[in-house]
T-cell receptor
Framework: GQNIDQPTEMTATEGAIVQINCTYQTSGFNGLFWYQQHAGEAPTFLSY??LDGLEEKGRFSSFLSRSKGYSYLLLKELQMKDSASYLCAVQDSNYQLIWGAGTKLIIKP | DVKVTQSSRYLVKRTGEKVFLECVQD?????MFWYRQDPGLGLRLIYFSYDVKMKEKGDIPEGYSVSREKKERFSLILESASTNQTSMYLC????????????FGPGTRLTVT
């Protein structure tokens, strides 16, 4: 079967760095997405990785290792507004997205 | 800066009612999707459409149907609402080519009593 695993909840301190991991087992691979979702709102696109390595975009970076079925989202200089759920999704061989349940990130002052 | 809109943010319906959820996108996207989101679960695909009057079943189509009469509009229909259909419903769209990221609407929180 297809499976995406990510931690249910994480807590970090304002100004710090946090890494949210995602492991996957899917039927084929056509890229991995990270989305941010604030409570009661729609998911918004953060990043896309299709090749191995690190993609950096401001305070957010996303890493992919296809051989290990592993990705992480790195958030630097955490701000209170980063409190949200972070969703990992893999695009399978049919170009459909398989979603993880999301990681709720709590930022403390 | 309107992209994907949904007809209602909150909706309360009774068991057995027929429910219509409307979604409209203004980005001329080919693909449109309906998902439901429940606590502790990833987004689950209900139906999707790659073109006008075209529809494909997703992972959990039972109890739902869809309609796409125009490119910009994709409707989700609950033929006879049940309490286990209480959920957050998210509509999304994506362009035909390129990175298949989804642009999501704000969601409709449906409660069936």
């Amino acid at each position: 079967g297809q499976n995406i695993d990510q931690p249910t909840e994480m807590t970090a301190t304002e100004g710090a760095i946090v890494q949210i991991n995602c492991t996957y087992q899917t039927s084929g691979f056509n890229g991995l997405f990270w989305y941010q979702q604030h409570a009661g709102e729609a998911p918004t696109f953060l990043s896309y990785n299709v090749l191995d390595g690190l993609e950096e975009k401001g305070r957010f970076s996303s890493f992919l290792s296809r051989s290990k079925g592993y990705s992480y989202l790195l958030l630097k200089e955490l701000q209170m507004k980063d409190s949200a759920s972070y969703l990992c999704a893999v695009q399978d061989s049919n170009y459909q997205l398989i979603w993880g349940a999301g990681t709720k990130l709590i930022i403390k002052p | 800066d309107v992209k994907v809109t949904q007809s209602s943010r909150y909706l309360v319906k009774r068991t057995g009612e027929k429910v219509f959820l409307e979604c409209v996108q203004d980005m001329d996207h080919e693909n449109m999707f309906w998902y439901r989101q429940d606590p502790g679960l990833g987004l689950r695909l209900i139906y999707f459409s790659y073109d006008v009057k075209m529809k494909e079943k997703g992972d959990i189509p039972e109890g739902y149907s869809v309609s796409r009469e125009k490119k910009e509009r994709f409707s989700l229909i609950l033929e006879s609402a049940s309490t286990n259909q209480t959920s957050m419903y998210l509509c999304a769209s994506s362009p035909e080519q390129g990175v298949q990221y989804r642009d999501f609407g704000p969601g409709t929180r449906l409660t069936v009593t």
